[in-house]
């Protein structure tokens, strides 16, 4: 059944004061309960934080101290095994330094390491360490080998895992190491960077065709305004709400009222 403007315009307007008053009476109990809280349950909030804030300095020190945040050179077979049980997540780069691609990875682990203090970044010549070459199974290079409580969680073997060409970015490996778990990756997992960028320059800009009476496009431009507004403490609960009450909007089994 066909809406008429007038009658659109007043479904959409009975929506959008039905959210804002849902909002609302959120706010107004979450700022009633924040009004409840007494001065021994904010100290127990403060000593809390501070308490983790002084964990994360000391954890911080600890790997400073044992080599973090730079990408440095194996000295000796035997260190590699005192790196792996000082150090609970480990990035070994395999290379020989006559294979060119090696110092594609010297690139971009040299701008990860500082940036992953949680992550130790080493390099280990193939020449000089056979037995770990033959331990940890490494035929082609380079390869990186990546640890995690002294187990093998995974391998980047080329540049297979990264786009399978030798212009992928810092952000690319960050991602890939993300996926083993040995940095703590701020991005999307389940996105690629690269890929992401890529599909983004193929896809032609089309302009919309919708107007701004389109129930559609009222409801996205509802929520991108209560995402603006709302705090970091009701934001959660604030966008679940609005969805509900705009699952409610566009439903197709819930035909409006012509005569609403």
């Known amino acids: 059944m066909n809406l008429s403007e007038s009658q659109t315009k007043k479904i959409i307007e009975s929506q959008?004061?039905?959210a804002a008053q849902v909002i609302e009476d959120v706010v107004d109990q979450e700022i009633a309960k924040?009004?409840?809280?007494?001065?021994?349950?904010?100290?127990k909030i403060r000593q809390r934080r501070l308490a983790e804030l002084k964990e994360?300095?000391?954890?911080?020190?600890?790997?400073?101290?044992?080599?973090?945040?730079i990408y440095s050179e194996l000295a000796s077979e035997k260190d590699f095994f005192t790196i792996c049980k000082q150090s609970v997540k480990v990035c070994a780069?395999?290379?020989?330094?006559?294979?060119?691609?090696?110092?594609?990875?010297?690139?971009?682990?040299?701008?990860?390491?500082?940036?992953h203090l949680e992550c130790r970044f080493i390099k280990v010549d193939v020449e000089k360490s056979p037995f770990l070459v033959s331990r940890l199974g490494v035929r082609v290079l380079p390869t990186l080998i990546l640890i995690k409580e002294e187990k093998v969680v995974g391998r980047v073997i080329g540049f297979d895992d990264l786009g399978g060409h030798d212009d992928f970015s810092t952000e690319m490996l960050d991602w890939r190491?993300?996926?083993?778990?040995?940095?703590?990756?701020?991005?999307?997992?389940?996105?690629?960077?690269?890929?992401?960028?890529?599909?983004?320059?193929?896809?032609?800009?089309?302009?919309?065709?919708?107007?701004?009476?389109?129930?559609?496009?009222?409801?996205?431009?509802?929520?991108?305004?209560?995402?603006?507004y709302a705090t970091d403490l009701?934001?959660?609960?604030?966008l679940d709400l609005v969805r509900i009450v705009l699952?409610?909007?566009?439903?197709?089994?819930?035909?409006p009222d012509p005569n609403y």
């Open 16 to 18: 959008l004061c039905r």
């Open 34 to 43: 924040l009004e409840k809280v007494d001065e021994d349950e904010l100290e």
């Open 56 to 69: 994360k300095a000391s954890k911080k020190e600890e790997w400073l101290a044992n080599g973090h945040g």
């Open 93 to 115: 780069h395999f290379y020989r330094s006559t294979t060119v691609r090696c110092a594609i990875f010297d690139k971009h682990l040299s701008l990860l390491a500082p940036r």
């Open 177 to 228: 190491l993300g996926v083993a778990g040995v940095v703590d990756y701020s991005g999307d997992l389940s996105q690629p960077p690269d890929f992401a960028k890529n599909k983004k320059r193929e896809m032609p800009f089309k302009r919309s065709t919708k107007t701004i009476r389109d129930p559609t496009t009222c409801t996205v431009a509802l929520v991108k305004c209560l995402h603006c």
């Open 234 to 238: 009701l934001l959660q609960q604030t």
């Open 247 to 255: 699952e409610g909007l566009l439903s197709p089994k819930q035909a």
